[in-house]
Each structure stands twice: as C-alpha cells, then as structure tokens.
C-alpha cells in the first residue's frame, strides 16, 4: 500500500508521519486489496483537521474530522474510515455464496429457463481460416462463423485466451 501524506500549515514531523502509517496499517488487518491511501492534515485557527482517502479495490473510502489536537483528529478520522472500511468488506462478503449450490438440482426443480436476447442473420461466405481470423479481428469479436472453401464446410474460429486461435468443426456421431 502506497501512503501519501499532505500537511498543511504545519510543519510534518517523524512522530506524526509515523503515527498516521501505524494507523493506516491497522486498516490493512481488516482488509487486504488497500491500493493507496492520502492523508491530509490542516491547522486553522488553532483547529487541527485531518483528512482521509483510501482506495480499496474498485470502492474509495473519505473521511474528515476535526479537533482542538492533531492526534485526537487523526483519531478521528482513521475511526471513520475503519468503519467505512469494515461496511465495505461486510458488504463483499454478504454476496459471496456461503455453501456450494448443486446446479443440476437447481434446473431439474425449476426447469430450464434459457433465454436468447439477440438473434442475428450472418451472411456465411467461402473463406480461408486464416481470412476468417482477419475479418473475425477487424470486427473486433471472439469468433466468427464461415464456410471453409475446401471443404465446404460451416466452420467456427474463436480467439483463446492465450492469444491462439481455435477451429470448431461440426462432426457426425
């Protein structure tokens, strides 16, 4: 986890940069994917404020709080943002499925419910596979359906996920 610290009309001493990256690691025991955080700290008036930002994963946690002392507010603050911290890993956590689901079961209780959304005419013309992986990557799809003009057969060419491609070849049984 990357920290970055920000101080603001006061001068960034080791004690309080310490004392803001204890804090910070005490929020990595709670969950792991913290990409960066920032923490900025003001004095106006003689009113210490700090600031929080801590990207975990695709959620971005804020939090502000002020005080009369610079580590009662970093306190704070860091309280604030532990909570928001412990919301979002109940939350990811309350999606996740707690016992494995047998989906045989499932279909043969409810039935099989397949739906098609898009049903498209394609125009199949003679072609060479490697025309087809050509025309297939200029219309930026994972496969492409032709007729092989040697064989004179419908053929399919998708794109694997090790940058390969593959060919499906329909075969009598």
């Known amino acids: 986890m990357r920290i970055h610290i920000v101080a603001r009309k006061i001068k960034l001493t080791q004690p309080i940069k310490e004392f803001i990256e204890s804090k910070f690691s ?9 990409v960066w955080a ?25 939090a502000a ?11 704070r603050v860091m309280d604030k943002a532990e909570a928001q911290v412990k919301k979002y890993k109940e939350r990811r956590s309350d999606h996740r499925p707690q016992e494995a689901i047998d ?5 043969a209780l409810a039935g099989p419910e397949i739906r098609f959304s898009v049903v ?12 087809a992986v050509i025309e297939m990557e200029k219309l930026g799809f ?32």
């Open 26 to 34: 005490k929020l990595q025991e709670y969950i792991e994917n913290i």
């Open 38 to 62: 920032q923490a900025i700290v003001t004095v106006e008036k003689k009113m210490h404020t700090a600031e929080v930002v801590v990207h975990v994963g695709h959620q971005t946690v804020k």
């Open 65 to 75: 709080a002020s005080a009369a002392d610079l580590y009662t507010a970093i306190d």
């Open 103 to 107: 989906l045989r079961e499932m279909t």
């Open 120 to 131: 498209k005419d394609v125009a199949v013309k003679p072609m060479r596979r490697e025309e």
């Open 142 to 173: 994972n496969f492409w359906m032709f007729v092989d003009k040697d064989s004179k057969q419908t053929q399919v060419v998708f794109k694997r996920l090790d940058s390969s491609y593959g060919i499906l070849q329909p075969v009598r049984k």
